[in-house]
């Protein structure tokens, strides 16, 4: 469910939408995301100074916390 909506939030801000992949992978007691964007569309998704970055953080948190889960988002080259 996080991962959906991450990718969703995501589909919305890139001008390739059909580049943009999220994978899910477990480590030591955490959910790490990792969300791949076509490479024109990365400064997109982290923003000015990484405002876009910290928003799509603190909304998978958020889902996260309904789910009393630890994530992390990696936006990966």
Known sequence: MIAELLEYVARQLVDEPDAVRVDQVDENDEL???LYVA????GKVIGRQGRIA???RAIVRASAAR???RV???IVD
């Open 32 to 34: 790490v995301l990792r």
């Open 39 to 42: 490479d024109a569309d990365r």
């Open 54 to 56: 910290r928003a799509l």
């Open 67 to 69: 789910e009393q889960r």
């Open 72 to 74: 992390r988002l990696e």
